[in-house]
């Protein structure tokens, strides 16, 4: 398992933008596969977005796609979500999750979250209206 550390979360208007970032020390970044999950109050947890080791593959929920871009920068072993258009129904802790994917298809991308064993802590994501 690896550290993630999540930051970037706050207060936002709806239309507004934000972007997180998932920091790890983990000197073999590249080895791993990255994800996206939100959990609002009440709700379950939710997949988001993920990106393959690789980055030449990404995943989105259909509730994000068209509004939110996922990407990773392998020499500073970190991994954004930029969010726009945001909207009151994106309210929700964003978490980020990896996985060791070493000999995985460049392709790869997990979508549930049985595909990850590490978590971050989480970071809020708030929408007004």
């Known amino acids: 398992q690896v550290q993630l550390v999540e930051s970037g979360g706050g207060l936002v208007q709806a239309g507004g933008s934000l972007r997180l970032s998932c920091a790890t020390s983990?000197?073999?970044?590249?080895?791993?596969?990255m994800g996206w999950f939100r959990q609002a109050p009440g709700k379950e947890r939710e997949f988001v977005a993920g990106?393959?080791?690789?980055?030449?593959?990404?995943y989105f929920a259909d509730y994000v796609k068209g509004r939110f871009t996922i990407s990773r920068d392998n020499g500073k072993n970190t991994m954004y979500l930029q969010m726009n258009s945001l909207k009151p129904e994106d309210t929700a802790v964003y978490y980020c999750?990896?996985?060791?994917?070493?000999?995985?298809?460049?392709?790869?991308?997990?979508?549930?979250?049985?595909?990850?064993?590490?978590w971050g802590r989480g970071t809020q994501v708030t929408v007004s209206s």
């Open positions: 999750a990896a996985r060791l994917a070493r000999g995985y298809s460049t392709e790869w991308v997990g979508r549930n979250g049985y595909d990850y064993d590490s």
């Open positions: 990106i393959s080791w690789s980055g030449l593959s990404t």
């Open positions: 983990e000197r073999t970044f590249s080895d791993y596969v």
